[in-house]
């Protein structure tokens, strides 16, 4: 069963049909297989059903020999011989048609796994793509493990259900008809005795799905719950450790885990409780057909072998119907999980670039805010309103404030990882809206408090700034980060792997490569988000030099914590609560005695720093 999102509340399928239409629609490309699929299942399922009427022969033939015995027995006559000969004709052809049988049924399966995973393919590219394609504010909405739950974990139970479930349903339905079929050629009698049992059962069987639904959704909620509690406080692990909340994340644990153990135990036991109520209404079924037909071959209505062959059938009959009911309570499953990955594929995309989108050949990188306004929903009250801001080619601008004052919002906008709501936003003044996204963030390099790096070479990550760059480039990006002398001490160099969350280097040593890699990104428009936060104070003062060098000739926005990095900076905005209530130089500002004067002496007079200061 596929783990869920981090308690998102979407766990059952809202609008199953509309869940099992879309995803019927994946199957349009591969209709032809699907067809051929159809026609193997129903070969192979048609010659196991013929099986039993042939084995009805030989047990016709065999009785008839044994009681012409007993009779020459009895009148004392010459004993005649059974006909072994026939007997072995027919069992001989009947394992040709189980060979034939089991042929088909391994084409068909192999078709099947193709069907699925071409399926499943499709669907992974889709929402991957899908993600690609979202704004930012969908990925703040919510945890890595719940976005991640539903990519992986619900298209695998998609998956699953599509290659094990789904042949198993073409098959119990061919298997259906087709015992129908022998049954009534049989005798319709005893076939009407077999199908007074289907009501019980589906009546039985519908009552314990519709149960089992809402169970189901509460594992998979539970699930989700899980998978998101422990992908946080496993990336946050030495955090957890440091402030000493394993107790806490324990007990947390422990709480999800009880209560998905109850959730899936009702889950469990409900779906389990189908198959012995489908047995037991199957099993009166069986016992009237079997004293029926014994009256009847008795009174030479039926042949023997013809009444085994029922009973074989009434076997074969009751066994897709009850697989089929289990298989509705997967069903049901599998469309919680598409119904979760269709919510991603409908999500609200980016505003797509227009036709006449335009590039910026030679960025200068001039910057304006203009009666911005902004909020992130429609609804919320706005974070931003008539925000004006100029900045000039090749400027420095530093931005200070409290937490949520929105400074690394506002560099965000300028990115347009946001829409704003009024106003505009120019770069060498154009509208940001009328510039194509790619080329657009391609002016900009980032440097952010929290680093990122992939599982690669220190090489690789560093040339991620920019494709195509060569080693002598690489290298002089790092020996201007002031990280070249740690590369070359590490055992490989340049060729060292970084791990999954790169544990072999340290922090400060993850923030030169970060660092080292915006500066090979050589971008028209630099922002600096506590880029020196994790290093230590002398390195820091390399890392100054380096980016005074790397900010020449650029424009540069630096969101700074400590104010002594940003004393050089032209201009400095001083945000509070999404509005700049003051801009200047860090001359003047100290000079105008206000919220700038008492951050900056806050950090400097000796006193206590402010609690709200960033």
């Keep these: 069963m596929g783990m869920h999102g981090g308690g998102m509340p979407v766990e059952k399928a809202k609008d199953s049909g509309r869940a099992l239409g879309r995803l019927v629609a994946y199957f349009g490309p591969r209709r032809s297989r699907i067809i051929l699929v159809g026609i193997l299942a129903a070969l192979s399922t048609a010659f196991n059903i013929i099986g039993p009427k042939i084995m009805g022969l030989v047990t016709t033939k065999l009785f008839d020999g044994l009681m012409s ?199 469990q036991f409900v779906s389990g409780v189908i198959m012995p109520v489908m047995s037991f209404i199957n099993n009166l079924g069986y016992v009237v057909i079997c004293v029926l037909g014994g009256v009847m071959a008795a009174r030479k209505a039926l042949k023997l072998g013809d009444i085994q062959a029922f009973i074989q059938y009434s076997r074969q009959f009751t066994q897709p119907i009850a697989q089929t009911a289990n298989i509705a309570n997967v069903v049901q499953s599998t469309l919680a999980s598409a119904e979760r990955v269709f919510e991603i594929l409908d999500e609200v995309e980016e505003i797509p670039d227009s036709d006449d989108s335009r590039v910026i050949a030679s960025p200068t990188g001039a ?15 706005p974070l931003m309103e008539n925000v004006n ?21 506002l560099v965000n906008l300028l990115m347009r990882f946001y829409e704003i709501q009024g106003g505009a936003i120019l770069i060498d003044g154009r509208d940001i809206r009328s510039l194509s996204r790619g080329p657009m963030r391609r002016m900009f390099g980032m440097v952010l408090q929290d680093t990122w790096l992939f599982k690669g070479t220190i090489r690789d990550n560093i040339a991620y700034g920019r494709a195509g760059a060569t080693e002598e480039e690489i290298v002089r990006a790092a020996r201007a980060a002031h990280t070249d002398h740690f590369i070359r001490a590490l055992p490989e160099g340049y060729d060292t792997i970084l791990d999954e969350e790169a544990s072999n280097i340290s922090q400060g040593e993850k923030q030169l490569l970060t660092i080292a890699r915006a500066i090979l990104a050589d971008p028209a428009i630099l922002i600096l988000d506590e880029a020196t936060s994790s290093v230590d104070t002398r390195t820091e003062v390399y890392i100054q030099k380096a980016m005074k060098d790397l900010m020449k000739g650029r424009t540069s926005f630096v969101i700074a914590h400590r104010l002594s990095t940003i004393r050089d900076a032209e201009t400095i905005l001083v945000m509070n609560k999404g509005s700049i209530i003051e801009m200047g130089n860090h001359r003047d500002l100290l000079a105008l005695g206000g919220f700038y004067a008492e951050l900056y002496n806050s950090q400097f007079a000796g006193a206590c720093v402010d609690e709200q200061a960033v």
């Design 69 to 267: 015995k007993y009779v020459a027995v009895a009148t004392k006559r010459a004993l005649p011989s059974v006909d072994f000969a026939y007997i072995g004709k027919v069992i001989a052809g009947l394992v040709a048609l189980y060979v034939v049988s089991a042929i088909l049924g391994y084409i068909q399966q192999y078709q099947m796994s193709g069907v699925s995973q071409g399926l499943v393919y499709d669907l992974r590219r889709d929402t991957n793509e899908k993600l690609t394609k979202l704004p930012l504010r969908y990925f703040d909405g919510r945890t890595h493990g719940e976005i991640m739950s539903r990519v992986t974990n619900d298209i695998d139970n998609i998956a699953t259900t599509l290659q094990q479930s789904l042949t198993q349903l073409i098959t119990s339905a061919c298997t259906i008809v087709g015992v129908v079929v022998m049954m009534l050629t049989i005798s319709p009698l005893l076939t009407l005795i077999a199908f007074v049992t289907l009501p019980v059962a589906f009546l039985a069987t519908s009552r314990i799905t519709k149960s089992s639904q809402g169970n189901f959704a509460a594992q998979q909620k539970e699930l989700g719950a899980l998978n998101g509690h422990i992908e946080e406080m496993y990336s946050g692990f030495k955090i957890v450790k440091a402030f000493g909340r394993e107790g806490a994340s324990v007990r947390e644990f422990e709480g999800i885990n009880a209560r998905l153990g109850e959730a899936a135990w009702k889950a």
């Design 389 to 409: 801001i100029r900045v000039a080619s090749g400027q420095t601008v530093a931005i200070v404030g409290p937490t949520g004052a929105g400074k690394t919002t």
């Design 367 to 381: 910057v304006s805010f203009d009666g911005v306004k902004f909020g992130y929903t429609a609804e919320s009250a």
